[in-house]
Nanobody, 127 residues
């Protein structure tokens, strides 16, 4: 499985960006999909995830109400709409995929749950 993230860039605080991630290989519709981010000097942080099937979504506390994860099974794509961006959202954002059977309890929040990762896309939010 290969993932490629895009859509990062520079934006002023309060603005919006939409990240995209294309997924190739395997059965896309069966994957649990997630977004994580990593700021300089910090650990990788869970941002959002979506289960296949019922498409339940989950968000990190710091982005809840501002970010929205979505997927398009026809295009093998997963997206992260980011609104009301803040300087503390500045980070490299990574998309990730895993077999949905690995989504046990709150496992979707852990980076170790995901077996495939994109290369990351940088988001910079200026104050």
């Amino acid at each position: 499985v290969q993932l490629q993230a895009s859509g990062g860039g520079w934006v002023q605080a309060g603005g919006s960006l939409r990240l995209s991630c294309s997924v190739s290989g395997g059965t896309f519709s069966s994957y649990g999909l997630g977004w994580f981010r990593q700021a300089p000097g910090k650990d990788r942080e869970f941002v959002a995830a979506m289960r296949p099937g019922d498409r339940n979504t989950f968000y990190g506390d710091s982005v809840k109400g501002r970010f929205t994860i979505s997927r398009d099974n026809a295009k093998n794509g997963v997206y992260l709409q980011m609104n009301i961006l803040k300087p503390e959202d500045t980070a490299v954002y990574y998309c990730a995929a895993t077999d949905a059977r690995n989504y046990i309890s709150s496992a979707y929040r852990r980076s170790s749950t995901y077996s495939s990762w994109g290369q990351g896309t940088l988001v910079t939010v200026s104050s």
